[in-house]
Nanobody, 121 residues
Framework: VQLVESGGGSVQAGGSLRLSCTAS????????MGWFRQALGKEREKVAV????????YYADSVKGRFTISQDNAKATVYLQMDSLTPEDTAMYYC????????????????WGQGTQVTVS
């Protein structure tokens, strides 16, 4: 399974960006999808997850109320709408997918994209 991200870039504080990630497979292996991020010198952080069954979502406290994750199952695509961005959101953002809702929420997902850089100044 390959995950291809797009939509990163540079934006001023207070601005918005929308990340997209398309999976090469729309089968079971990519039913649960999400986004991680890692800033320079910081630990990797789980940002948001959307579960394939029911569409339930999870957000890190640091992005609640500002980021919205959504999924288009027909297109095997997950989106991350990021609003009210701050410099603290600057990081490499990685799309992830896993057949297990437990793994994607509490462990390291099986599939990772190459990452897309988000820079907020």
């Amino acid at each position: 399974v390959q995950l291809v991200e797009s939509g990163g870039g540079s934006v001023q504080a207070g601005g918005s960006l929308r990340l997209s990630c398309t999976a090469s497979s729309s089968e079971y292996s990519t039913k649960n999808m999400g986004w991680f991020r890692q800033a320079l010198g910081k630990e990797r952080e789980k940002v948001a997850v959307v579960y394939g069954i029911g569409g339930t979502t999870y957000y890190a406290d640091s992005v609640k109320g500002r980021f919205t994750i959504s999924q288009d199952n027909a297109k095997a695509t997950v989106y991350l709408q990021m609003d009210s961005l701050t410099p603290e959101d600057t990081a490499m953002y990685y799309c992830v997918a896993d057949p297990s809702p437990y793994t994607i929420r509490f462990a390291s997902p099986r599939y990772w994209g190459q990452g897309t850089q988000v820079t907020v100044s």
